[in-house]
């Protein structure tokens, strides 16, 4: 079992930065897969990044390569979202999301395919 916990969301103008982080709960933290979701009000949950068990592999959705990195630290059971360059369209609540590490199939976009899930953090950007 793997409880999570979003923190840094907040209201930012356009062109700002926030850094949310993800805490999680339990010792197996380092052999999961940790991804990131955002979803915006009358939208469906969509894919924004994803970090491997190890730290070593990433993945970005296109709405936010180059803006946004994720990364992590096993030692504090902790995944980040640095988000650079904000838009008013990255405004939604964002989740952190757990899957247990699958070698070679590590990149995972879709919402099924996460165990577990925090409550989510409010991201809102003003332009």
């Known amino acids: 079992q793997v409880q999570l916990v979003e923190s840094g969301g907040g209201l930012v103008q356009a062109g700002g930065s926030l850094r949310l982080s993800c805490a999680a709960s339990g010792r197996t933290f380092s052999t999961y897969d940790m991804g990131w979701f955002r979803q915006a009000p009358g939208k469906e949950r969509e894919f924004v990044a994803i970090?491997?068990?190890?730290?070593?592999?990433?993945a970005y959705a296109d709405s936010v390569k180059g803006r946004f990195t994720i990364s992590r630290d096993n030692a504090k059971n902790t995944v980040y979202l640095q988000m650079n360059s904000l838009k008013p369209e990255d405004t939604a609540v964002y989740y952190c999301a757990a899957a247990p590490e699958n070698g070679s199939s590590w990149l995972r976009a879709r919402v099924n395919e996460y165990d577990y899930w925090g409550q989510g953090t409010q991201v809102t950007v003003s332009s």
């Open positions: 970090i491997s068990w190890s730290g070593v592999l990433t």
